[in-house]
């Protein structure tokens, strides 16, 4: 069973272009949570999906993020026009249940030029 | 291949015991070894660990870290039910760092 796949594992964009990060959850798993990381600080949790759904994205800024997870494939965390400011490391976590511990994938390093 | 394995996976106390929760790593160029408490959706950062011996102290939680032996420990005091949350640890590494590898967590439930 392989474990929650995150990819690319680094990605480097130039301000104003956009970012696509991508996060295979856990075979049987139906939740999948964003967090982000930025230097010096803890995880920052960003928003959290069902299958379809949006459950949660309260910690998501308004503007330029956006994320899905389809009926069908991987969750995508889409950051629109990014600024030096988004440069972080984005892991994502799933779990089979809500409530249930979370598998964290090994994260996606963005670096914003 | 780089891991992070988290003993034990679940842990079930009473109110005023005190608990160890362990934490060993095998990765590549080691940076520096994070503990976070998780309850519900964020999980909040408790210690960053960088060097072996040092031990960090925050109130009744202290943490360690074992360079030689790859491992660290997060000690909880005198728990309470305000403990109860999952404990996770990451490692981060790689020859540029930014490389996280998570433990899976340990649940601690405390009971009153």
């Given amino acids: 069973n392989a474990g929650v796949m995150q990819n690319p594992r680094h990605l480097v964009r130039r301000r104003g272009q956009e970012a696509r990060l991508r996060c295979s959850p856990m075979k049987g798993h139906s939740h999948v949570y964003w967090y982000r990381q930025l230097p010096e600080e803890g995880l920052k949790f960003m928003v959290y999906l069902q299958k379809e759904n949006i459950i949660d ?24 026009q990014v600024v030096r400011g988004d440069s972080a490391a984005y892991f994502c976590a799933s779990s089979p249940r809500q409530g249930n511990e979370q598998f964290f994938g090994p994260g996606t390093r963005l670096t914003v030029l | 291949e780089d ?10 106390v009473h109110e005023g015991d005190t608990v160890t929760l362990n934490c060993s790593y095998e990765v590549t160029n080691f940076r ?81």
Avoid: H
Avoid at chain 2, 3 to 12: A, D, E, I
């Fill in chain 1, 57 to 80: 994205e309260s910690g998501m800024p308004k503007e330029r993020f956006s994320a899905e997870f389809p009926k069908e494939g991987p969750s995508i965390l889409r950051i629109q």
């Fill in chain 2, 3 to 12: 891991k992070v394995v988290q003993s034990p996976l679940s842990l079930v």
């Fill in chain 2, 32 to 112: 520096s070894l994070l503990w976070y408490k998780q309850e519900k959706k964020a999980p909040t950062f408790l210690f960053m660990l960088t060097s072996s011996g040092i031990e960090k102290k925050s109130g009744r939680l202290s943490s360690i870290l074992d360079k030689k032996e790859l491992f660290s420990i997060l000690n909880i005091t005198a728990t309470q039910t305000g403990d109860s949350a999952i404990y996770l640890c990451a490692v981060e590494a790689g020859d540029t760092g930014n490389q996280f590898y998570f433990g899976t967590g340990t649940s601690l439930t405390v009971i009153p």
